[in-house]
């Protein structure tokens, strides 16, 4: 799967953002990702045969309670972690892409901050990408409302109660992001994330750091 011709072909995180690289470490978080889901989808199967073959009303509600916490507690704390690390590795590998086109031209790696919303202007203005373009706008779209998701599933973990205390203006705009997006939802305050938001984010990375690196 590695490049035998590095190095240490097994220190993938060294390797610089080339299309194999970065299809191999998404790749590895997409496979994780996906096998897990199909676990959970025959966990959450078997749930449901168990409730509907119950013998009575009480064993009935217990199993219920059991299928409610495994939606909002194992099913989205795996969603969640995911979408956390898909996220740093976008962060690292467009970090990666700058420090490498800064090399190969011979220029100055003068980023102010650090961030995608760092990275996309220093990339814009010294190498001319176009990220107005359709082949890059419709995955910036998709990573621009990940990277309003992961604020506040890293600091609240996703309690957007909690989250107004952290900044009311950007947790009003988040609601706003939630109720027009497929695949997010609230239940209360917590956001909730469905299986297809996550592969669809994984995608979106995946194809944004292709056409950028």
Request: glycine share 4%; hydrophobic share 40%; proline share 2%.
């Given at each position: ?9 097994y220190d993938?995180?060294s390797l610089p ?5 970065i299809r191999n470490?998404?790749?590895v978080?997409r496979?994780?990702?996906?096998n897990?889901e199909?676990?959970?989808?025959e ?8 409730i509907?073959?119950a013998?009575?009303e009480g ?8 299928l ?11 969603r ?5 690390i898909v996220?740093s590795l976008l962060e ?8 490498y ?6 220029i ?6 650090y ?5 996309k202007?220093?990339l814009?203005?010294n190498?001319?990408l ?5 082949e ?6 998709r990573v ?13 973990e996703g309690?957007l109660e909690?989250y ?13 992001t ?11 305050n917590t956001?909730?994330i ?6 669809q ?13």
């Open positions: 799967m590695f490049s035998k011709k590095a190095i240490n072909s993938f995180l953002p080339t299309s194999q690289t470490r998404v790749g978080v496979n994780h990702f996906l897990a199909r676990l959970h989808a966990d959450r199967l078997e749930l449901n045969r168990n509907s073959e013998p009575h064993i009935r509600e217990q199993l219920e309670i059991e409610h916490i495994f939606g909002h507690f194992f099913e989205r704390i795996h969640v972690s995911t979408l956390l996220y690292n590998l467009m970090a990666k892409v700058c420090k086109k800064a090399e190969k031209h011979n100055e790696d003068d980023i102010v901050g961030g995608i919303l760092s990275f202007p220093y814009e203005n190498f001319g176009n990220f107005s373009a359709p890059i706008e419709k995955h910036w779209a621009s409302t990940l990277n309003k998701l992961r604020n506040s599933l890293a600091h609240s309690d909690q107004a205390h952290f900044s009311k203006d950007q947790c009003i705009k988040l609601k706003k939630i109720n027009s997006t497929k695949g997010l939802s609230l239940y209360s956001i909730m469905s299986e297809g938001f996550v592969t984010s994984i995608d979106a990375v995946e194809n944004l750091l292709l056409a950028i690196e």
